[in-house]
């Protein structure tokens, strides 16, 4: 199967998933997760329609950009976050996915305040309550979302979440539909500096169940580009 085949396929089965749930097909994006894919690969799902490029290394994003791999497409940052990679991303994407921390807060507020700009961020919600797992934890979200008016240089569009790995078929249906309660009852709060529009949740595996539970945007890695090769070191 092609990269342009499996996005049709991927298309095919957001647009069944939104069917059932009633929803617009509009209302979902398709963010393709290019980690460890060439600039090439990514300029063929680019190409095959695919809304949104996801990366998740600081340094693979910078070669990437080097070599024009993302041209034509929004890119967001969805990895985990080290404070000292901040400064290289701020102002690099349109969006940071995966902000975890009021450290993190304050590190991107000033760096988007000495370029001039507005970052757009998620926070990631642990949704799961996992203690390996970044995130912030589900019960914290609120208060949150409630201080971004102390960052005027960021604005908060919503939430990503990862949720436990699942073994059974709609293992995540409850985790979806938690996360989506919490995004509707905050959104609802219209807080200062939020511009909540944004869910992303639903991967490879279980894009259809976060539909269903009212995702706005699902990030793919493996249905688009096969099976990841991760070379040791
Ligand atoms: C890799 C990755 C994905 C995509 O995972 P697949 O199972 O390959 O679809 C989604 N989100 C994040 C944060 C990722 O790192």
Known sequence: MTIQ???????EEMARACAR??????EVRLLAATKLNSADRVQEAIRAGVDICGE?????????????????????????LQRNKAKHLVGQVDLIQSVDSVELLEILNRLAAEKGIRQEILMEVNIGGETAKSGVAPEALDAFAARMEDYPHLLLRGFMTIPPISNENGGNLRYFAKMYQ?????????????????LSMGMSDDFADAIMEGATMIRVGTFIFGSRQYVKN
């Open 21 to 26: 749930a009633g929803r617009p097909e509009q």
């Open 182 to 198: 919490l995004y509707v009852d905050i959104k609802a709060k219209k807080y200062d500096n939020n511009s909540i529009d944004c």
């Open 5 to 11: 085949e499996n996005v049709l396929r991927i298309r």
């Open 56 to 80: 998740n290394r600081v340094q693979e994003l910078q070669q990437k950009l080097k070599e024009n791999a993302y041209e034509g497409c929004p890119l967001h940052f969805i990895g985990h």
